[in-house]
């Protein structure tokens, strides 16, 4: 996204101290984008903005699996993947999927797991302890899949960086797939076959799908190959009904939402929707979620509870919840993971009130290019969400590191433009980790405690060019400039069309200028209620979520004396009040 070089409305430094700028959307695109989809101007010009062009926009607004699913061939080493596979289903050879502890994990285990019984093959599973084994799989964990009587075992969503498990499993004669999506460093580890569209000679140009995208392509891989071998006689395994699996993993692996992985997520929505499967309808059911199935509720209603097993519970419910079609079973596994998921909360709080006290103290600096906490007996199972609360607060990259017996164990989350997988990697390459690694917007490390400070000065340095020309993290890009008058249902229901919205395709942001607030109420739990004026008289009212006591909140709560220029995300709204638009604020910054 490109953006004019003046601050919008002259704001360098909003209440919440960022820079405005307006995306810049040329008129002739965007009337020629308006020509050939029949859409309003404003959602023109948001595709404009954001680098769509008018041979691209219909796809954009009804993005289809057929018109982007990639070739699975285009993946290195996936015709090799399907091929062991099928040698081993023909064989009669038992097969284990080995998945990781969270949502992308469960995810993309399920939808192995689903496929393999759909062709008569009843897999072992195993999902390692958090806290107990870490992350990936171990010279144990193959050896116990090994004496289950599995003779071969599938990763996904881990295994590329797990070279010593893997030189185990060769050594005991266990022949292991991976199917993973991390960035790698060094040569492949010794797998029977390795699929990481980030590996080198990958030639998909898919690296940015999450585990459960990559799975997807997978499970078409294994039905070509299903088909040559002429292996269906009643139907081959339906890979559309696993789109909902693809789509919760993609979502909640906050991966950009572009390409393929805006179609899986599109045509996923629509399948859990249906709510079919029995273990998603059990969460739903829990989790008070009723209705279509969005972004949202993956990403914060469902996802959480599934993660909540693997962070504080036990790590394997979460993909037996998605795999099991079993009514009474899964309704067990939802409401122990809902209960989890509580328990998690509360650990959570404990462990962000503990970081924010160290912030607060000035012994943890917040100024510079990243921030690093780390506290004794922080649970591991909540870092990453903690991490993801104060970069979100602070508008840093961030990690935060729980120590136990002297090993820290640590989950980061970046801010656009500083690749953090990266960062990482280097520090893990000149021996401050244990171990490490991960994407561009979040990592996960083990480091000794006396290495802490170490790692913060070593990603302090490594992260400042980055961080100097990272002008997207500390601009709110803004996608037009509306009046209150022309906020209704209709056009909050337009920028509808847009979706799914998530990372690379964020949710269309407004400004709106020199306001009045008329009104403005605490209701819930931190949360502020608010109507702006115009000079005209028009209205328009909106929220302030979990703003009491900080700068936006002291803004709204002090300011009816002056004028203000507000932003922030237009909701449609259809409710017992009847059909309206609100304002989700954002951020404030004074007139004049």
């Not at 509580?342 to 012994?363: F, M, N, P, Y």
């Not at 405690?449 to 709110?476: G, K, V």
Request: glycine residues 12%; hydrophobic residues 45%.
């Amino acid at each position: 996204m490109t953006a004019s070089r003046e601050a919008l409305f002259g704001v360098t430094a909003s209440v919440t101290g960022r820079a405005w700028a307006l995306s810049e959307a040329p008129d002739d695109l965007v009337a020629a984008i308006v020509r050939a989809t029949g859409c309003n101007d404003a959602l023109a010009r948001l595709m404009a903005a954001r680098g769509i062009g008018v041979e691209e926009a219909s796809g954009f607004l009804s993005p289809r699996l057929r018109d982007s699913f990639p070739d699975p061939s285009s993946f290195k080493g996936m015709d090799d993947a399907a091929r062991a596979v099928w040698d081993a289903v023909e064989a009669g050879t038992r097969i284990a999927v080995f998945a990781d502890y969270d949502v992308d994990g469960a995810s993309s285990g399920a939808q192995l797991v689903r496929w393999l019984r759909a062709v008569s093959q009843e897999p072992l599973t195993y999902v390692p302890d958090r806290i107990e084994e870490g992350y990936g799989p171990s010279a144990e964990a193959f050896a116990s899949l090994q004496a289950a009587g599995a003779g071969l075992v599938v990763t996904v969503d881990c295994g590329a960086a797990a070279h010593s498990a893997l030189e185990s499993a060769a050594g005991m004669g266990l022949p292991v797939v991976v199917i993973d999506h991390h960035l790698m460093d060094g040569a492949p580890p010794p797998a029977l076959a390795l699929v990481n569209p980030n590996q080198p000679g990958d030639t998909s140009g898919c690296g940015h799908m999450a585990a459960a995208g990559v799975t997807l392509v997978f499970l078409a891989a294994l039905n070509r190959e299903g088909r040559a071998r002429g292996a269906f006689k009643s139907g081959e395994p339906d890979i559309l009904a696993m789109t909902d699996l693809a789509a919760l993993g993609t979502v909640c692996d906050v991966v950009p939402l572009t390409g393929p992985n805006r179609a899986i997520v599109t045509q996923g929505l629509k399948v859990m929707s249906g709510w079919q499967k029995a273990g998603l309808a059990a969460l739903a059911e829990v989790s008070g979620l009723s209705g279509p199935a969005s972004p949202y509720h993956a990403g914060f209603l469902l996802g959480p509870r599934i993660n909540a097993g693997g962070r504080v519970g036990v790590a394997g419910l979460g993909l037996e919840l998605l795999s099991s079609d079993d009514p009474v079973r899964v309704r067990e596994i939802a409401l122990e993971l809902d209960r989890l998921n509580a328990e998690r909360k509360a650990i959570e709080d404990a462990v962000l009130t503990a970081a924010l006290e160290d912030i607060e103290s000035g012994r943890i600096d917040v100024s510079g290019p990243v921030i690093v906490l780390a506290g004794e007996g922080w649970h591991p199972g909540v870092i990453g969400i903690a991490a993801g609360r104060i970069k979100d607060q602070f508008n840093r990259p961030t990690i935060v590191i729980g120590v136990e017996n002297g090993v820290g164990k640590g989950s980061g989350r970046s801010c656009p433009g500083v690749h953090l997988g990266n960062a990482i990697l280097a520090a893990r390459e000149s021996g401050l980790l244990e171990k490490g690694g991960g994407h561009a917007m979040a990592a996960g490390l083990t480091v000794d405690a006396d290495r802490i400070d170490a790692l913060r000065q070593f990603l302090t340095e490594r992260l400042a060019p980055e961080w100097a020309a990272a002008d997207e993290a500390r601009t709110l890009r803004l996608d037009g400039i509306v009046h209150p008058a022309a906020v209704d249902f209709d056009f909050g229901e337009s920028l509808k069309q847009a979706a799914p919205f998530g990372m690379g395709n964020p949710e269309p942001r407004f400004a709106l200028s020199d306001l009045h607030i008329r009104f403005v109420k605490e209701v819930g739990t931190g949360h502020l209620r608010f109507t702006f004026e115009a000079g005209t008289g028009a209205q328009l009212s909106g929220i302030a979520f979990r703003a009491l006591g900080k700068p936006l909140g002291d803004a709204l709560m002090a300011g009816r004396d002056r004028k203000w220029h507000v932003a922030g995300r237009i909701k449609a709204e259809d409710n017992r009040f009847g059909r309206k638009a609100e304002l989700h604020l954002e951020d404030m910054a004074a007139a004049g």
